[in-house]
């Protein structure tokens, strides 16, 4: 089998290893980079560094900031404190964000539970979770979690410690199919399904 030089190799084994990369787009991107002569490749270097060295997660609501910069949510007075929504990652609060048909506060818990892949309350900060309910004026918990079997799971463990600290908790319902992700679901449909959760007893 023909094989590439080395460092073309290693830059194709890491750009397939990105989610939605498959070996075609590897290639695709891999050539564009190496015709642009070096610009696209030291412009790219550059951003990645800026990644590496200037990101954080928000000790609020673990979502990503600028280091030493006030996180764009936590920080927007014009946000109601009283409602938080937690959500399975980051693209998912900016998916909900962009529906304009919520206006309050998040948690990204950056994964699911899921004991097969050994994921428990620890990873997900679900301790910091609790913190917030304990010391912020939270009045509903709207749970946006995918309709999945993990989903499922991690509402339900979502659901119990909120209700433990007596604040109502919801769950985001019409129009979310079951077993899908919220990225595959328009966002007039995610907006529905934000004015129309359910509480949950
Ligand atoms: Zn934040």
Known sequence: MHSFPEPIEKTLKELSRLPGVGKKSAMRILYHL???????IEDLEGALKLLRENIEKCRTCRGYKEKG????????????PGLLCVVESTQDLHLIDGT????????????LLSPFKGIGPEALGLDE????????AVS???????????????SSYLITITEEKGIKASRIGMGIPIGSDLSFV??????????????VK
């Open 140 to 154: 509903e918990v709207i749970i946006a979690t995918p309709y999945t079997a993990e989903g499922e799971a991690t």
């Open 69 to 80: 910069s006030d996180c764009p949510i936590c920080g927007d007075p014009k946000r109601d």
């Open 100 to 111: 304009s048909a919520f206006n309050g506060s998040y948690f990204v818990l950056h994964g």
């Open 186 to 199: 328009d966002p007039e449909t995610l907006s529905r399904a934000l004015s129309g959760r359910r509480e």
């Open 34 to 40: 190496l015709k642009s002569g070096g610009s696209a």
């Open 129 to 136: 979770f609790r913190e917030r309910l304990e010391n912020e």
